[in-house]
């Protein structure tokens, strides 16, 4: 994830997008899912570039024999970039299902509330354009059963 905020590779993204590629990084669905390419350009761009980075750090550590990172799954980057984008829950969950994502609402809940920590870190230390976008999409995340279901 550093090395994404360090090449630029999210600068780009609004702030559904920016949840759907951070999902990408840390919420992992509890099964694979065959998730379709993105039909956004800049969200499609920057998967792309996302997964050239991880080839990238995973050949570091290897290199260096250190534990690898995991690897990315954006399964619930579609759901993310749904529920940011102001989309009902129940709509989020069939669209999961029909997508083979098997995803209850407290899966979504746990994911949301991992993607709002790291929304939340970016919003701190990224580019001034891009902490914006990351503090957009807090406020845009934080709602519904995830506001609800906050500590």
Same mark, same amino acid.
Do not use: N, Y
């Given at each position: ?9 999210? #600068? ?6 920016? /949840? /759907?590629? !951070? /999902? ?19 969200? #499609? ?13 995973? $050949? ?6 250190? %534990?690898?990172? %995991? ?28 997508e083979g994502v098997e995803l209850t609402a407290g899966d979504f809940v746990r994911s949301a ?7 939340? =870190?970016? $919003? =701190? !230390?990224?580019? %001034?354009?891009?902490? #914006?976008?990351?503090?957009? /999409? ?13 500590a």
């Amino acid at each position: 994830m550093s090395e994404c905020l360090r090449r630029g590779v999210w #600068r780009v993204l609004d702030q559904a997008g920016l /949840a /759907a590629m !951070v /999902a990408t990084v840390v919420a992992h669905p509890r099964t694979e899912s065959a998730v379709r390419e993105p039909s956004d350009e800049a969200l #499609r761009v920057a998967l792309t570039e996302t997964e050239s980075v991880a080839k990238d750090v995973a $050949g570091v550590e290897r290199d260096h024999r250190l %534990p690898t990172t %995991p690897d990315l799954d954006a399964g619930l980057a579609p759901v993310m970039h749904h529920w940011v984008s102001g989309g009902a829950l129940s709509s989020i969950l069939a669209a999961s299902w029909q997508e083979g994502v098997e995803l209850t609402a407290g899966d979504f809940v746990r994911s949301a509330r991992l993607v709002l920590d790291v929304l939340a =870190q970016i $919003g =701190q !230390v990224a580019e %001034p354009e891009l902490a #914006r976008t990351a503090r957009s /999409a807090v406020g845009a995340l934080r709602r519904g059963v995830v506001l609800d279901h906050m500590a």
